[in-house]
Nanobody, 127 residues
């Protein structure tokens, strides 16, 4: 079992940067693929980014490609989401998630394919 704790959110002006962290408990963190999702008020949760167990393959939503970077440190059981050039449309609650198993097709984009979730951290981007 894995427990995830998100942190690093906050209020930032448009064009600014934030780095989110996802600290995981458990000794099997390196066996899980990781994802970041976000949910804005009145909207469904949406995929943001994902990484395979070793971080060598990464995937991004078109809306964040080139601005956000997902990474992971398996030694320290932590995943990160570096967010640059933030826009007001990026305002949402961001949550990390862990999934047991390999990437198959586009399953990394599916909320239902993830087994564990962080509590979420608020990101607010002002114009």
């Amino acid at each position: 079992q894995v427990q995830l704790v998100d942190s690093g959110g906050g209020l930032v002006q448009a064009g600014g940067s934030l780095r989110l962290s996802c600290a995981a408990s458990g000794r099997t963190f390196s066996r899980y693929r990781m994802g970041w999702f976000r949910q804005a008020p009145g909207k469904e949760r949406e995929f943001v980014a994902a990484a395979t167990w070793n971080g060598l393959s990464t995937y991004y939503a078109d809306s964040v490609k080139g601005r956000f970077t997902i990474s992971r440190d398996n030694t320290n059981n932590t995943a990160y989401l570096q967010m640059n050039s933030l826009k007001p449309d990026d305002t949402a609650v961001y949550s990390c998630a862990a999934a047991w198993g390999a990437v198959v097709g586009l399953n990394y984009r599916s909320v239902s394919s993830y087994d564990y979730w962080g509590q979420g951290t608020q990101v607010t981007v002002s114009s």
